[in-house]
């Protein structure tokens, strides 16, 4: 059953992979300005990948809450390297940061320039960009403790999100995302998917208002609202 699983992961993240060049190369170079109609095609192609690792039985999304969002930053938990494909599949209009890794891939440039931000820029350029794709309307997700981790690790959450919401002027939506089993973990194969249905269970937490946080000094609003992040996300 291991080996059939990881078969079957192979298939979908190939199909993921061939897609995405063919997506790169022969549309969006021709759409790519068009910011919604990228979103739109990223989240429906998106959505049928998610919905076929569901039917494989690679995978199982289990949402708890999850309201409609809208033009806001939203902070979740990190436990795999498919959070961000489940989470842009799910809420319309969303983008998130890159890694300069992908930003400057050839393979992937022009699909990566359409709608999302590299994480390499100067910080002044970063929230120019992050406010330039809010002010479209786009929901700007943000993983705040940069690393993958499991229900019971609590990594430090930085103070990126917070400088971002504070200078944007947008509310933040908190969202748990948790899995019952690894799934995509540090440093494990894409073909490493275990011998079960791996659950991903989403929830999303009460939201937090900008305007509940209007402190003379930029520091200590950075502080009070990642403390606020930190204290919905782990429910310390």
């Known amino acids: 059953m291991k080996y059939w699983r990881s078969f079957l992961a192979t298939i979908c993240f190939g199909i993921f992979g061939i897609g995405s060049i063919i997506l790169n190369f022969l549309l969006f170079p021709f759409v790519k300005n068009n910011k919604i109609l990228c979103s739109d095609i990223i989240r429906c192609l998106w959505k049928i990948f998610i919905k076929l690792l569901n039917f494989l039985k690679l995978i199982k999304i289990d949402i708890?809450?999850?309201?409609?969002?809208?033009?806001?930053?939203?902070?979740?938990?990190?436990?795999?390297?498919i959070d961000i494909v489940i989470l842009m599949s799910l809420i319309p209009k969303s983008t998130c940061f890159v890694k300069k890794e992908l930003a400057n891939n050839p393979i992937l440039k022009n699909?990566?320039?359409?709608?999302?931000?590299?994480?390499?820029?100067?910080?002044?350029?970063?929230?120019?960009?992050?406010?330039?794709?809010?002010?479209?309307?786009?929901?700007?997700?943000?993983?705040?403790?940069?690393?993958r981790h499991r229900k019971n690790e609590y990594p430090k959450i930085k103070k990126g999100a917070a400088l971002?919401?504070?200078?944007?002027?947008?509310?933040?939506?908190?969202?748990?995302?948790?899995?019952?089993?690894?799934?995509?973990?540090?440093?494990?194969?894409f073909y490493a998917v275990g011998k079960k249905i791996v659950t991903f269970q989403i929830e999303m937490c009460n939201e937090i208002k900008i305007k509940n946080f209007n402190y003379n000094s930029e520091i200590i609003t950075k502080k009070e609202i990642t403390k606020q992040i930190e204290k919905l996300l782990y429910g310390l």
């Open 164 to 189: 971002i919401a504070s200078y944007c002027e947008k509310d933040i939506v908190p969202i748990k995302i948790y899995t019952d089993e690894d799934f995509l973990f540090i440093h494990q194969p």
């Open 111 to 147: 699909i990566i320039s359409s709608i999302f931000i590299p994480n390499d820029i100067e910080i002044e350029t970063l929230k120019e960009k992050s406010k330039t794709i809010l002010d479209k309307g786009f929901n700007l997700i943000i993983f705040p403790m940069g690393i």
């Open 64 to 81: 708890k809450n999850l309201d409609k969002i809208e033009n806001k930053i939203i902070v979740a938990t990190h436990p795999s390297f």
